[in-house]
């Protein structure tokens, strides 16, 4: 069950906002269990994204996984 305050891994690109799949996200709000608030910043705290996201777009971070760092560039 994601919660407010998860790190949530995007599922698939979304180009529109320059995101790409396996980018991190905060949670910073849930409307359900189906439906979530999720704020996507740079490295220096900029908000690249705020977007409102269901639970095929993000999933929980695993355990194990290693975290990535890439350049961000606008689509």
Do not use: C, P, Q, W
């Not at 998860?6 to 849930?30: M, Q």
């Not at 639970?55 to 971070?61: A, E």
């Amino acid at each position: 069950m994601v919660e407010e305050l998860d790190i949530v891994v995007l599922a698939h690109d979304i180009k529109k906002h320059g995101l790409k799949e396996g980018d991190l996200g905060a949670v910073v709000h849930t409307y359900d269990d189906e439906a979530f608030e999720v704020e996507f910043v740079t490295g220096e705290g900029k908000t690249i994204a705020l977007l409102t996201l269901n639970s095929k777009d993000v999933r929980t971070l695993a355990r194990g996984e290693i975290l990535h760092a890439r350049e961000f560039a606008t689509a």
